[in-house]
């Protein structure tokens, strides 16, 4: 099946928190996005085994997303040969023009290993002659595929940037990504939850900063080509 935008993560939860109001704004235009999870996130602080899965599928129908929870270990990803050509193939398969994935981490490892995984997959899927090199067997039977943009929407554990490439105003469905995020009772407390607020405090900065509600910001590995200039809103300073 081929999707319009995939989102390559470490954990259930890191795509809603990173642009799950983008994911809401692409899905209500119609676009088909696939979230692949490198890990099932577990275990988790507050919940028993399977049920994060069962709050990931949920946060996907809320979102309008479809989502793809790869079995490898929480807290020991590492960025490997294989699964940087099981990424390139989950690509080749869905063909999406655009991948979104964790651009830059330091602070939580399995985070640093997708951003390499994600950056590698996308270069790879796009190489021909996989049947002369040594592991390469799953990618010999695929067409090659070159992604048309890879983003990187920022990672919340992390310092907020002070330059990125363009944001997009979330304002106006900002409440279906506090729907999808609440459903996470296994790493996120009902009340009062440190990291949640953190993540709508950045949101919400970032949206003032640039005269709205809310905001998701990103990175691009190109530079951003618009082919209609009438497309950018106005700025707060010009
Ligand atoms: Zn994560």
Redesign the pocket.
């Known amino acids: 099946m081929s999707y319009d935008s995939i989102v390559i993560?470490?954990?259930p939860?890191?795509a809603e928190?990173q642009m799950g109001g983008t994911l809401a704004k692409l899905a209500d235009r119609g676009q088909r996005i696939l979230l692949v999870d490198l890990t099932a996130?577990e275990p988790s602080d507050f919940a028993a085994p399977g049920e994060r899965a069962r709050q990931a599928a949920e946060a996907a129908q809320i979102l309008g997303v479809d989502r793809l929870t790869l079995q490898h270990q929480d807290r020991l990803l590492i960025d490997s040969q294989e699964l940087r050509t099981e990424v390139a193939a989950l690509i080749r398969e869905h063909q999406p023009p655009t991948v979104y994935a964790i651009g830059e981490a330091s602070v939580?490892p399995?985070?640093v290993a997708a951003a390499g995984i994600a950056r590698a997959a996308v270069f790879l899927a796009r190489l021909g002659r996989w049947d002369e090199v040594p592991g390469g067997e799953r990618l010999a039977g695929q067409a090659p595929w070159a992604v048309d943009r890879l983003f990187f929407p920022h990672?919340k554990?992390e310092t907020p940037w002070s330059d990125f490439a363009f944001a997009i105003d979330v304002s106006e469905v900002y409440e279906r990504k506090r729907q999808a995020l609440a459903v996470y009772t296994s790493i996120f407390q009902e009340q009062g939850d440190r990291l949640l607020a953190l993540y709508e405090a950045e949101d919400q900065y970032f949206g003032r900063l640039l005269g709205v509600a809310h905001a998701e910001i990103f990175r691009s590995a190109s530079p951003v080509l618009l082919a209609d200039p009438s497309v950018i809103l106005p700025g707060v300073h010009g």
């Open positions: 993560t470490a954990h939860d890191d928190t996130g939580h399995d985070h990672c554990m």
